[in-house]
C-alpha cells in the first residue's frame, strides 16, 4: 500500500521558532509538494520538487524553505514562524506526468503562539 | 492561468438521498481532472480521475463523476448517500500544475 507519512500530527510552536515539517514517501516517485490549507481557500502549493536538490516555488512560498536531499523525503522549514502560518500543512507525493494522481499525508496541524 | 470552481462551499443531503457536487475548471484544453475527499482530521485520497475516454468515470466508495466539455465541468455524483460520506470534497484540475477547488463540505443528516 502506498504511503506518506508526515513527521507530526499536530505542533505546536511559538513566534520567531524555527520549525520543520518532514514528509517520506515509500512510492519512489519523482515528485514531492508542500501545500497549506486554511478553510474556505482549499490547497495553495508552497514549494514543490520534481528530483533530488531540486525546487520550486509555488503559489505562497513567502516565509518557507524546503530540502530535498533525498528523494523519499521532503523537508518543509519555517525559518521564524509567525502567527499567520498557523495552518494545516498537507505533504504530497506522485510519478511525474500531470495524468498521474496525488498521494497526501495526513497533515500536519501547526499553530503558532 | 487554469483555475477550479467549486460553486458550493457546503451542502447538506439526507441519507439515502442522490448528491450532486459541482466542479467547473477553466482552461482551453482539457485538463486532467481529479476528485479527492478529506475525511475530518485526515489527508485527501483520490476518489476518481479522467484524463480521456469515456466521460463517465467510475470511482471508489459508489462515486462517479461526469465530464462536459461544453459546459466546463467536471461534477461528482452519487445515488444514494451513506453517513460516512460526511466529509469535504476537492475538485482539482493537472495541466503542468495541479489546482485544487475551495473544497465543498458535505454533510449527511440522518
Known amino acids: 500500500d502506498v504511503k506518506v507519512t508526515q513527521s507530526s500530527r499536530y505542533l505546536v510552536k511559538r513566534t520567531g521558532e524555527k520549525v520543520f515539517l518532514e514528509c517520506v514517501q515509500d512510492m519512489d516517485h519523482e515528485n514531492m509538494f508542500w501545500y497549506r490549507q486554511d478553510p474556505g481557500l482549499g490547497l495553495r502549493l508552497i514549494y514543490f520538487s520534481y528530483d533530488v536538490k531540486m525546487k520550486e516555488k509555488g503559489d505562497i512560498p513567502e516565509g518557507y524553505s524546503v530540502s530535498r536531499e533525498k528523494k523519499e523525503r521532503f523537508s518543509l522549514i519555517l525559518e521564524s514562524a509567525s502567527t499567520n502560518q498557523t495552518s494545516m500543512y498537507l505533504c504530497?507525493?506522485?510519478?511525474?506526468?500531470?495524468?498521474?494522481?496525488?498521494?497526501f499525508g495526513p497533515g500536519t496541524r501547526l499553530t503558532v503562539l | 492561468a487554469q483555475s477550479v470552481t467549486q460553486p458550493d462551499i457546503h451542502i447538506t443531503v439526507s441519507e439515502g438521498a442522490s448528491l450532486e457536487l459541482r466542479c467547473n475548471y477553466s482552461y482551453g484544453a482539457t485538463p486532467y481532472l481529479f476528485w479527492y475527499v478529506q475525511s475530518p482530521g485526515q489527508g485527501l485520497q483520490l476518489l476518481l480521475k479522467y484524463f480521456s475516454g469515456d466521460t463517465l468515470v467510475q470511482g471508489i466508495k459508489g462515486f462517479e463523476a461526469e465530464f462536459k466539455r461544453s459546459q466546463s465541468s467536471f461534477n461528482l455524483r452519487k445515488p444514494s448517500v451513506h453517513w460516512s460520506d460526511a466529509a469535504e470534497y476537492f475538485c482539482a484540475s493537472n495541466n503542468n500544475d495541479m489546482r485544487f477547488g475551495a473544497g465543498t463540505r458535505l454533510t449527511v443528516k440522518p
Open positions: 504530497a507525493s506522485s510519478l511525474r506526468g500531470s495524468y498521474n494522481e496525488q498521494f
